[in-house]
């Protein structure tokens, strides 16, 4: 790096790249770029739809991972490649904000970019390809809520919740149970619902997994499941009618806030601290009984003697429960978190129908089982399966279909799967390219051919000739004017979406556009990377 002065006499950096630098900029840069994020797309190609592929993920300490969700499989890869990252954080944006369609966000993003390479081979300058793009974005999602259908959403009709949730499932390794899944997922979603303001806090449903038992054990408990056991082994297992203390201040002696020395010179002086502690234990454990309590949950430990304690007086009790965990019980039980045991009223109890102790298998794994709660709005889904590996898994499953659920409640709009809106809207954004007449219709043309990327896919991936089927298709949706008519990955004769009950919530498909189409515009945009280096 050296200064130099122009003829005006203002400086300016001259920054010396040979060497000590890399550069590259220019079309050389945005091919390197759109190389980048098209492998990227590449790989999770085959994981889409419901015959796609898994991938086996191994960690450095060689943990395994089996998936074929495209935001798992990004988040585990180790990518160095600043353009790559740009895809790994748009399935990471797909996956937050609506929970579903990951994979194929990523697979169109990468379909966009190998368009717009065609295009500026072709000498378009990357920022009217970008223009274009945006264009037919706009398009595609008007298009796109014309042709939705509107669903009736209540708590006596679940058919059209129960399908979506089993279409967003049967992409998934949980196929052979995606009904019993979605029946649950919607229950759930149902139960934190608010349905007049369209509105669900997915944090009141606790996924919990454990090993062991069949994925069909899989359950939903109208409560909160703890992965703990009572403190003392000797306590009831199972109590009905349950006020339970919810404390987050620790069974022990109060510490001093600075530091002392206590010296004990005779055995009368060892005695009387004895004695002094076990009343700050008796003091407390009766604070919590006379406050009608059977039940104490606390967010600390305690030692031995404060746990016989606690047996004697027949107060069942359970330790070191988490912060999250004691909010769930809290709002389920309709309790109070109390901090300090001066502050222990009736009023702030939870009740519960029953909290009982399950035990799994010869493992002795235990967990508490709070159900049938004050206020029914806090759930668990309690999930099991063959190993850990399985369980993870599953527990991702059910998080798509929670969201998937979560999204018709806030907007009751479906378009129709297997390729089906795709292919519809790429007709309607081609169509809308001969009205353009600047040269962002090549742009436009080009997305067009990109939305048929996820048919090809699905055509692909289900063992069809991919470009004899997408004809197929393409031509009877022209013919019939038909925007349902999709690719028939399950081999059910009929390629009419409707009839199969492939649904997708519209929310995720226009996000799914919209998403894709802002990451490929910043990475059509950068055409100059200056890698720092020693100086």
């Not at 669900?200 to 919990?208: Q, S």
């Not at 409707?498 to 995720?508: G, N, P, T, W, Y």
Request: hydrophobic share 40%; proline share 3%; glycine share 8%.
């Amino acid at each position: 790096m050296s200064l130099a002065f122009d003829e005006y006499g203002r400086p300016f950096i001259i920054i010396r790249e040979q060497g000590k630098k890399e550069r590259i900029h220019g079309i050389e840069a945005q091919k390197q770029h759109i190389l980048a994020a098209r492998t990227i797309a590449g790989m999770l190609r085959t994981s889409l739809g419901p015959k796609g592929m898994d991938k086996i993920l191994m960690s450095p300490d060689g943990e395994l991972t089996i998936t074929n969700d495209g935001a798992t499989i990004l988040e585990h890869m180790e990518i160095e490649n600043q353009i790559a990252k740009l895809m790994v954080d748009l399935s990471k944006s797909q996956d937050d904000e609506v929970g579903d369609g990951t994979t194929g966000v990523v697979v169109l993003a990468g379909a966009l970019l190998e368009q717009a390479e065609q295009l500026i081979d072709k000498g378009i300058h990357p920022i009217r390809i970008a223009d274009g793009y945006e264009l037919a974005a706009n398009i595609a999602v008007k298009h796109l809520e014309e042709i939705s259908d509107v669903i009736e959403i209540n708590k006596e009709k679940l058919d059209f919740l129960k399908k979506t949730a089993v279409t967003t499932l049967c992409s998934k390794i949980v196929t052979r149970w995606q009904d019993q899944l979605a029946d649950i997922c919607v229950k759930a979603v149902l139960a934190v619902a608010d349905l007049e303001r369209k509105d669900v806090n997915l944090d009141l449903i606790k996924v919990e997994g454990k090993e062991g038992g069949r994925m069909e054990d899989t359950q939903l408990v109208y409560g909160v499941v703890v992965d703990k056991e009572f403190s003392h082994p000797q306590m009831v297992k199972e109590i009905t009618d349950a006020k339970i203390c919810i404390l987050t201040c620790p069974f022990e002696p109060p510490k001093t806030k600075t530091k002392v020395n206590l010296n004990i010179k005779t055995v009368d002086d060892y005695k009387k601290l004895q004695e002094m502690e076990q009343k700050y234990f008796v003091d407390m454990v009766e604070k919590v009984k006379s406050s009608g309590a059977n039940l104490a949950i606390c967010q600390w430990g305690f030692d031995d003697e404060a746990n016989h304690l606690l047996l004697h007086r027949q107060l069942p009790a359970v330790r070191w429960v988490g912060g999250q965990e004691l909010e769930l019980i809290a709002i389920a039980t309709g309790g109070r978190i109390v901090p300090r045991f001066e502050e222990i009223s009736p009023e702030k109890l939870g009740k519960a129908g029953k909290v009982r102790e399950i035990s799994f298998g010869t493992t002795k794994d235990r967990m508490l089982v709070i159900e049938g709660c004050e206020n029914s709005r806090a759930v668990t889904i309690l999930v099991r399966g063959g190993n850990k590996m399985v369980v993870e898994e599953v527990k991702r499953c059910i998080h798509d279909a929670l969201c998937v659920t979560r999204n018709l409640i806030t907007d009751n709009r479906i378009v129709y799967g297997g390729g089906a809106a795709d292919l519809s809207c790429s007709l309607a954004v081609a169509k809308a390219a001969d009205n353009i007449s600047t040269i962002e219709q090549y742009a436009v043309r080009a997305f067009a051919e990109a939305l048929e990327t996820i048919p090809t896919a699905l055509a692909e991936n289900s063992g069809y000739s991919p470009i004899e089927t997408l004809t197929a298709v393409k031509v009877r949706q022209i013919t019939e004017k038909n925007p349902r008519l999709g690719i028939d990955c399950n081999g059910r004769g009929t390629n009419d979406m409707k009839e199969q009950c492939v649904f997708d919530s519209l929310i995720a498909r226009r996000q799914q556009l919209l998403l894709a189409t802002q990451v490929v515009k910043m990475i059509l945009k950068i055409d100059d990377v200056i890698k720092q280096g020693s100086v």
